[in-house]
């Protein structure tokens, strides 16, 4: 748990260089980026398959993981995302920052504040899937490969946020 005797962050500039080290070992390790999304959309072919046998099989999108009778979340993307998890978890208690809490502002009580975190994490996942690629598989593993997709998506990508951010934060006052 957080003890209040937590180790630092670490400085900007050495996270910084260790992601970049991290998505070039990612791509010569791999011959894929980083990415997420890719994931979640897998996750939801599993269920789709399992609560409706036979339709995700018939629908265009889902077909597609499908094919050859593999199970989708035997790919490279599931590996990467659940060793970011646990990842994440062990550094997070290794250095004495772990504390479970719902981040919030002054004008927004929980429940709110939950279903907007919800509608917000459906509607990026949405777009994801639209511009075929997350923030990390596009923004990172596109810019990394100077991909004019990635600049866009980053550019667009700040762009939503800041305007989200300003509407949502004139909501709340």
């Known amino acids: 748990?957080?003890?209040?005797?937590?180790?630092?962050?670490?400085?900007?500039?050495?996270?910084?260089?260790?992601?970049?080290?991290?998505?070039?070992?990612?791509?010569?390790?791999?011959?894929?980026?980083?990415?997420?999304?890719?994931?979640?959309?897998?996750?939801?072919?599993?269920?789709?398959?399992?609560?409706?046998?036979?339709?995700?099989?018939?629908?265009?999108?889902?077909?597609?993981?499908?094919?050859?009778?593999?199970?989708?979340?035997?790919?490279?993307?599931?590996?990467?995302?659940?060793?970011?998890?646990?990842?994440?978890?062990?550094?997070?208690?290794?250095?004495?920052?772990?504390?479970p809490q719902i981040e919030r502002g002054g004008g927004i009580g929980r429940s709110k504040r939950l279903g907007y975190a919800f509608a917000g994490g459906v509607l990026t996942g949405f777009g994801a899937r639209l511009a075929r690629g997350c923030t990390s598989g596009l923004g990172l593993s596109g810019g990394g490969t100077l991909a004019v997709a990635g600049f866009v998506f980053l550019i667009g990508f700040f762009v939503a946020g800041f305007g989200v951010s300003y509407l949502m934060r004139r909501a709340w006052q």
């Open 1 to 99: 748990m957080f003890d209040g005797d937590a180790r630092p962050y670490w400085p900007p500039l050495v996270a910084g260089i260790a992601l970049g080290l991290t998505l070039l070992l990612t791509f010569i390790i791999t011959g894929h980026g980083l990415g997420a999304s890719g994931f979640f959309t897998r996750v939801s072919v599993v269920a789709a398959d399992w609560l409706v046998p036979g339709w995700a099989q018939n629908n265009d999108y889902f077909g597609l993981f499908l094919q050859g009778g593999a199970n989708p979340l035997l790919a490279w993307i599931t590996w990467e995302v659940v060793g970011v998890f646990v990842g994440g978890l062990a550094a997070t208690l290794m250095a004495g920052r772990f504390r």
